[in-house]
């Protein structure tokens, strides 16, 4: 048996993660979100969004902007340029392997 | 904004995380698999090669045998009937995903 390539090698760990795969497609698709529209739509506590969130922001693929609204204060997400590059790459990937099971 | 549905259900963690997936893609594909091949397709140490191969054999996802040649120990991993079917449905889940991006 000689050895074939990693059938998985497109795949960062960073943005393969299912909860910051979704947050990076909801950013992908709308201009920008906040904090608790993110919180209802992944179901994750406040502490687990944001330990997801700060990867995600660290790894350059999103930024957090504060604002005041009201006397409320919101937290709002938008994909970076970075962002958007590595979800592309990770849904090229994706294509790859179920292509693969297609042939 | 109203909630939309969670981008990513589809995907389990067992069988989502890039080296586990490796490991089903080549099984789905060959008939059976020893370590040695596993460890050099995946980079993998041997622990934590061991440690991806519990977590699917505790799933009831893959099988391992434990056979001797000639005077050397060899592990065989092979893929089971449930195995097939969550490693096809992650592979549905990334169709899901990959296709909303292309409409």
Redesign the interface.
């Known amino acids: 048996?000689t050895?074939?390539p990693?059938?998985?090698p497109g795949?960062d760990?960073i943005v393969?993660q299912?909860?910051r795969?979704?947050i990076l497609?909801?950013l992908?698709e709308?201009d920008r979100?906040?904090f608790s529209?993110l919180k209802?739509?992944?179901?994750l506590t406040d502490g687990n969004l944001g330990r997801h969130l700060s990867v995600l922001e660290d790894a350059g693929l999103m930024e957090l902007r504060k604002s005041i609204e009201g006397n409320r204060p919101r937290t709002w997400a938008t994909i970076t340029r970075r962002g958007r590059k590595c979800l592309d790459a990770e849904?090229a990937a994706?294509?790859d392997?179920?292509s693969?099971?297609e042939q």
């Open positions: 048996m050895a074939e990693h059938p998985t795949f760990e393969h299912p909860n795969l979704g497609v909801v992908a709308a979100a906040d529209y209802r739509l992944v179901g849904l994706m294509r392997l179920v693969r099971f």
